[in-house]
């Protein structure tokens, strides 16, 4: 571990004099080091970029910062990642804001910036620029990130959920309500445990696998609201209905077990890891023969169909129906 | 003003569903909408860029939220405009993210989303992509912003503290001091009232006056940390020394006589429309005279010179010298 001159962040950390270049050369700086970023300018200067440009941003205040599975440092590094990837573009910059409260461990923040060089080295994304402030005890969480991305859009790639039509099939990359769940267990209030981790990871191969599926119409990664959320603006921006096979949505069984305990559905609950993709109907096969080939795709599955019908709807087993709501109220927050 | 249904933020307002969609539609994609802003998807499609581009990233958490002369949400926008702007760089596109604390009045939050409107209308800059979350009352103080910029570098500009040599001058385009003084005078805590505003401002157009100025080694603007920090840098960066001249720096009447008061030194107080340029001997008065041309350049300064000496120094109009040291301890934080 680093040697800091303290342990804990002070608001001297946030200065902009001694104790912040302190912790800026010695925490961020040392982990996070690549060419393009200098710590001493106001700002990167990247290589040209030859193409279209796509630009994503997202916060991150997940409780606890640390996780099975994960930490805040790598989620934020994987949202923004699976953003652009989902998009239709390779991640190539990511910046970084951190607002640490005072008081936070700094071997703690270590850990978490620890993470977040290695989810970027995975991702093979650069972080260009950064900036901290500390937030005084009592006017944070420990840390909140954002992070920034550009990237390089794929020339064949035209996603949009204006190109859905009529009997396109929705495809899951894999299981839901890991990371929800996870996140969940990891806080002491619920006073359960269990060996479930997130699901958080970079959704890069998954998209690249499938890029150049000429029936891909649209691909989205399921955080917060879940996966029924993606589903509701999907129904929200075509004024189309879609129908779920409930048993063939995948749910681990540790995640029913306790969404059935604690009386959530785990279709509303995040992941950070999973891809939903609307594939027109010849093409969907494809999809999910690519998916099932990779490590974080082996449990894909083709979970319902675009129909005529206005609303969003899950067929149970014994062929009832039961119609998926738009969220209201929060199910479970600060889960990212 | 916008019809919400609550007045005031809720947990829900950032979970992904109902509450989440009306926030963003009815506040932020009210006022910050453009072409590129697209709140529907993952990341925005930009057009390409031809050229190096700049990136950077800044944290705001300044208290209050709101102060003579600006808002958290005009400073979010011009502090990473003028970060791209002392770089060298035509700032072009932003992504913000907020922080919102539970509790927040709407009513509060429509105005700073309305000040950066105006301010990104100014700079000409486009928001191109944003992100909400909001946090449980007592882990945050009504609003942090964090705002991420892109921005295409002028091909003349090559400017760097490597570049600065021994005989520089060191030019100041008004007076310091003014952004921490007000926001300090805005907080009841002190019990004192002025009206004394931000400086709080676009550099660009200062920025942009002085480009081709052959002799322009390096600029920055004074924020956290104020006028002294930015020439400490300078110092420690160059090893070379600095002699700054006291009566020529200029401050307002009002900053100074509040921080005699108080016990600050204004030189570490932040500014957040100023610009430090360091610039040849010969170049020096056409810059002083670019700038002084300007709205906002009218008590530009030419206030010392880089010295062989192995320190950063302040000579007082009687002749005596003082010296300028590091920041150490938060003479006033939440200033940005």
Redesign the interface.
Known sequence: MTKMEHTHIS??H???????RELISKIFATYLANPLLDT??????????????????????VQPLEFPGGNIGSLAIHGTV???A??G?KPL?L?????IEEGMEIAQLERIIKSMSEAAREAEVKI?????????K????GL?L?T????L?HQQCRLS?QHIKLGDQIIVSGPVGDHGTAVMLAREQFGMRGDLQSDAASVLPLTEAILSVPGLRFM??P????LA?VIY?IHQ?TGLGILLQQDHIPIHDSVNTVCEMLGFDPLYLACEGRVVAVVAKDDAETVLHKWQQLPNGKEASIIGEMTQENYVAVQTPLGGERLLE??????L??IC
Chains 1, 2 share one sequence.
């Open positions: 608001l001297a946030g200065n902009g004099g001694h104790y912040m001493e300018s106001d700002a990167s200067c990247l290589p040209a970029i030859d193409g279209e440009i796509m630009m994503t941003t997202d916060g991150f205040t699976n953003d652009l989902v998009a573009a910059y910046t970084l804001n951190a607002f260009v620029a950064g900036d901290t402030k500390v937030v005084p009592g006017q944070g969480s909140y954002a920034t991305g550009i990237g859009k959920m989205r990664d955080t917060r609201g879940g959320s603006e921006a738009e969220l209201e109220d929060e199910p927050p600060r």
